[in-house]
């Protein structure tokens, strides 16, 4: 929708601009547009054509990147719909364990800063397969229940030890 209002706001910019009136074309494309006309023309400027032409722009969900040097088992494997959803809504109890195992790990911290390096590298290497333009929506209640999770864990193998008896619930 974004890309129509853009593409709808240039051209109205640049027919009344051929016509020879300026503010017939700053009114015409403040129809389409949300913020300023300086604003959006200079965000134009850093937009290729390919952007503005219809199907040069690649489609949303599929990124240049990694994911186009992989081999196509690897492909066909994270453009399942529910290996991504799967792996989206994991994301935050993998890191969550991840965090707190390396914190807890009893070892040298120069190790504990390469363990946190590699759960960077994979969530990065994650980030390029899996992710898509629906994380946003599937990511803060997933954000919440590991959040939840944890928290009971937590409770239930560390503090609840250290309470009577009989101030415990269960």
């Known amino acids: 929708m974004y890309k129509i209002h853009v593409k709808k706001a240039r051209e109205a910019r640049e027919t009344a601009s051929k016509a020879g009136n300026p503010k017939a074309a700053a009114a015409a494309a403040n129809e389409y547009m949300f913020f300023p006309r ?3 023309e200079k965000f134009e400027k850093h937009l290729d054509d390919v952007w503005f032409r219809e199907g040069g722009a690649p489609p949303i969900g599929v990124r240049p990147g ?8 690897v492909k066909k494997f994270f453009a399942d ?3 991504k959803d799967v792996c989206m809504v994991t994301m935050p109890f993998v890191l969550f364990w991840g965090c707190g195992m390396i914190f807890t790990l ?4 120069l190790v504990k800063l390469g363990l946190f390096v590699v759960l960077y590298i994979y ?3 994650l980030n390029e397969f899996v992710f898509d ?4 929506n599937v990511l803060p ?3 919440y ?7 009971y864990i937590t409770w239930l193998t560390q503090v609840r030890n250290h309470f009577q008896k009989s101030v415990d619930i269960f």
């Open 81 to 83: 719909k529910r290996v």
């Open 141 to 143: 209640i997933s954000i």
């Open 38 to 40: 300086r604003v959006a």
């Open 145 to 151: 229940f590991a959040n939840k999770f944890f928290f």
């Open 133 to 136: 333009e629906r994380l946003f």
């Open 106 to 109: 009893p070892i040298d911290y």
């Open 66 to 73: 990694l994911i186009q040097k992989c081999p196509t088992s």
């Open 123 to 125: 969530t990065n290497v």
